[in-house]
Nanobody
Framework: QVHVVESGGGLVQAGGSLRLSCAVSGRTLSSTVLGWFRQAPGKEREFVALIMRYGATDYGDSVKGRFTISRDNAKNTAYLQMNSLKVEDTAVYYC?????????????????WGQGTQVTVSS
């Protein structure tokens, strides 16, 4: 059985940084696609970043240049380094894994999700 657990959220001032972690068990991260998504109150879930099994990455336009996704295969854990945070980055952040063979920004393509971690950016 696959389990996905996010951690690292919290309250930070605008311009600050946070690093989120996503620990996966039951599925080898290096053999999957790992995606980060976020959902703010009253808004649809939004794609943030993904990392492919061979290491290629993709970012949503609103976070490109500020966020970095990475993966530690030995720990079977992925990370989302978030720098230069803005108030509009406030959301619940989710990570999810998929066995798709091509990158996808669509949340429906991901089959196992974590419970989410809250990120709040204050002005």
């Amino acid at each position: 059985q696959v389990h996905v657990v996010e951690s690292g959220g919290g309250l930070v001032q605008a311009g600050g940084s946070l690093r989120l972690s996503c620990a996966v068990s039951g599925r080898t991260l290096s053999s999957t696609v790992l995606g980060w998504f976020r959902q703010a109150p009253g808004k649809e879930r939004e794609f943030v970043a993904l990392i492919m099994r061979y290491g290629a990455t993709d970012y949503g336009d609103s976070v490109k240049g500020r966020f970095t996704i990475s993966r530690d295969n030995a720990k079977n854990t992925a990370y989302l380094q978030m720098n230069s945070l803005k108030v509009e980055d406030t959301a619940v952040y989710y990570c999810a894994t998929s066995l798709i063979r091509v990158p996808s920004r669509l949340s429906a393509e991901y089959d196992y999700w974590g419970q989410g971690t809250q990120v709040t950016v204050s002005s």
